[in-house]
C-alpha cells in the first residue's frame, strides 16, 4: 500500500468515525452500512440505524443522512452542518435545536 492510498484509507476511517445521529451517537459509517444494504430513503435509514428516533427526531441528522442519500445539500454558514439546499429558507436544524434547548 503507497502513501495515498493509505492516506485515503485513513480518511475514510475518520470520516466513517464521525458523527450521524448526535441523540442516539450513530457514527456516518453505520448510516453508509444501511445505505449499501439498499436503504434509499431516511425512514429505511431510521428503521435500519435509529437514526432519526431519539429526542430531536431527525431535525439534527435528518439533513446529513438524507445528503448521504444523494439529496443537494449546503453547509450551514454558522455550524457547517448540512442543510439542504431546496430548504427555503435554508435553516440549520442542529443550530435552531441547539437555540431551543438554551
Known amino acids: 500500500m503507497d502513501d ?5 484509507r485513513e480518511q ?6 464521525k458523527p450521524a ?7 456516518k459509517g ?3 452500512k444501511a445505505i449499501q444494504a439498499g436503504a434509499r430513503t431516511f425512514e429505511q435509514v ?3 440505524t435509529g437514526v432519526g428516533t431519539g429526542p430531536c427526531g431527525g431535525r439534527r441528522c435528518g439533513t446529513m443522512v438524507r445528503g448521504m ?17 431546496a430548504a427555503s429558507p435554508a435553516v440549520c436544524p ?3 435545536y441547539a437555540r431551543q434547548e438554551s
Open 4 to 8: 495515498l492510498e493509505r492516506r485515503a
Open 46 to 48: 431510521s428503521k435500519r
Open 21 to 27: 445521529c448526535l441523540c442516539n451517537k450513530i457514527r
Open 69 to 85: 442519500l444523494g439529496e443537494e445539500v449546503i453547509p450551514c454558514g454558522e455550524c457547517g452542518w448540512p442543510v439542504l439546499a
Open 94 to 96: 442542529r443550530c435552531e
Open 30 to 32: 453505520t448510516v453508509l
Open 12 to 17: 475514510a476511517i475518520i470520516e466513517n468515525l
